[in-house]
């Protein structure tokens, strides 16, 4: 079994092999877990992304900027939840609030207290007129999606090829198609990505590439009356990190106003993670909907879906009795635990003063990556956008997700497991993914991935170079 587990990795050569084979001497105990719960749970994790050959690691504890898995190994994790704990591991200043509200109960079911406060605190900071609380971005997605078509009496949602927006089926397209299915690279084919979504979802949601203004226009001209919605990512920060060209999210603003089509920034990565607000704010283009979650909660399991009066109300239209306006609701919906989490990381903790220091730290990792890809000639840059970063496998700029498609994104797992055998976590589990730097980092945590930077790109020139030769 132990030698079966290292057979994925030949292809990239015997160095990564040897750490794979690391990666098992450090961690028996997850391989012990991981064998046994799944049988009961399938891949034995409750997200799919959290799996990855050979195995992935089970944690136990977490604090700070610090995790320990369950072989006791302890590392500095520049996941931090896939970009959701910018405040870092269990904040001292959430973990004294959540203790005061565990005693008074953690879910109540009935309108909370602290909604007052949060109703200004909310629509100041993200510039909004009304917004309710879900749990998921996968949740604010889909009412995002279902307000946009009470809105407009239209079906057809369009999102961008390559773009993540969580597990709602109408959103489940085109989020990575492989190169032989995603069609035409102006005109994309909407791929499904999941089994089991509903035979007319390829009619329903219709794909665009990022950063390309004119497959757009012409997508509108034949079918922009039947448009419900676009949905984007104002920065995408699922197939690494791809900034908006210029003027492309303001013609995204302008073509929907003139087809009446809602237009929905999704920002559950994007928000918060430059400074107290959104990425909408910071380009000045005013979408009509926008959906936050992960860094808002620090930790919680929350979100918000928010934007116009004139949509938002038809939650409740003021003519309609109780439930004849668009459907949100949920036992969590709200819950005392979650909004307690929203009100101290918003007001306490992520404040704006704290990012000028992340960012900086920030640059600092970029310029030891960029060094390192220089030094041993690997094709690769860094990408930022505030606390976060990402490695973009290609030396060409990337401005689409078909040149990320086209990009050396195996290069990730050397680099994975290097770091992680010496106890950094690098990044979110994934090419695709990004790092995040907490309040809780300190200086010398940056220095430690810094430090690991210059071995952990040399084993990715060793792999690409074995890979090429092969
Ligand atoms: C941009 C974006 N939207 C939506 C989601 C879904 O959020 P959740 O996992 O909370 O359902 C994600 C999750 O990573 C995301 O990155």
Not at 20 to 41: F, H
Not at 147 to 160: N, V
Not at 169 to 177: E, I, Q, R
Not at 187 to 213: A, F, H, K, Q, W
Request: charged content about 25%.
């Amino acid at each position: 079994m132990y030698e079966a587990y290292l057979v994925d990795w030949e292809d990239f050569g015997p160095e990564v092999v040897n750490e794979v084979r690391k990666y098992l001497e450090r961690t028996p105990r997850s391989r012990e877990i991981y064998e046994s719960v799944s049988e009961y749970i399938p891949l034995g994790v409750n997200s799919n992304q959290r799996y990855y050959a050979p195995y992935p690691i089970y944690f136990k504890e977490a604090r700070a900027s610090r995790i320990w898995d369950v072989d006791n190994n302890e590392y500095i994790d520049f996941n931090m939840g896939y970009g959701t704990l910018i405040t870092g591991h269990a904040h001292p200043r959430l973990v004294t609030a959540w203790e005061k509200q565990i005693s008074k109960g953690i879910l109540y079911t009935y309108p909370f207290e602290l909604l007052e406060e949060l109703g200004e605190l909310i629509t100041e900071i993200f510039d909004i007129d009304m917004f309710r609380f879900s749990n998921s971005g996968s949740e604010a997605i889909m009412y995002a999606c279902r307000l946009a078509r009470a809105y407009t009496g239209r079906d057809i949602i369009i999102k961008i090829e390559g773009s993540y927006h969580g597990t709602y089926d109408y959103v489940l397209v085109s989020s990575w198609p492989t190169r032989g299915l995603a069609g035409p690279r102006r005109m994309p084919v909407s791929v499904l990505d999941s089994l089991g979504l509903p035979e007319d979802t390829e009619d329903l949601v219709r794909v665009v590439p990022y950063n390309d203004i004119d497959p757009l226009v012409e997508l509108l001209e034949e079918e922009g009356d039947e448009i419900a919605g676009l949905v984007v990512e104002p920065v995408m920060m699922n197939a690494g990190i791809i900034y908006p060209e210029p003027g492309y999210l303001r013609k995204l603003r302008d073509l929907t106003k003139e087809y009446d089509i809602v237009l929905i920034f999704d920002e559950v990565k994007t928000g918060m993670r430059a400074y107290p607000g959104t990425a909408s704010q910071m380009f000045g283009v005013d979408p009509d909907l926008i959906t936050l979650a992960k860094a808002i909660g620090g930790g919680a399991t929350v979100s918000i879906i928010g934007g116009d009066e004139e949509i938002m109300s038809l939650i409740a239209p003021s003519e309609a009795p109780r439930y004849q306006g668009v459907i949100h609701a949920g036992t969590y919906n709200a819950n005392p635990f979650s909004l307690v989490s929203v009100y101290v990381t918003l007001t306490e903790i992520l404040t704006k003063d704290q990012y000028p220091r992340l960012i900086k730290l920030n640059e600092e990792i970029k310029k030891a990556y960029q060094e390192a890809f220089d030094k041993y000639g690997v094709e690769a840059y860094v990408e930022l956008f505030g606390v976060s970063g990402a490695i973009m496998y290609s030396k060409e700029k990337i401005r689409n997700f078909r040149q990320v498609l086209n990009s050396k994104l195996e290069l990730w797992y050397p680099l994975y497991f290097n770091m992680v055998n010496k106890g950094v976590i690098p990044n979110a589990t994934g090419p695709e993914e990004m790092w995040t730097l907490s309040v809780q980092h300190t200086e010398e945590d940056v220095e430690t991935y810094i430090e690991y930077i210059d071995e952990a790109v040399r084993l990715m020139a060793a792999a690409d170079k074995y890979m090429s030769e092969e």
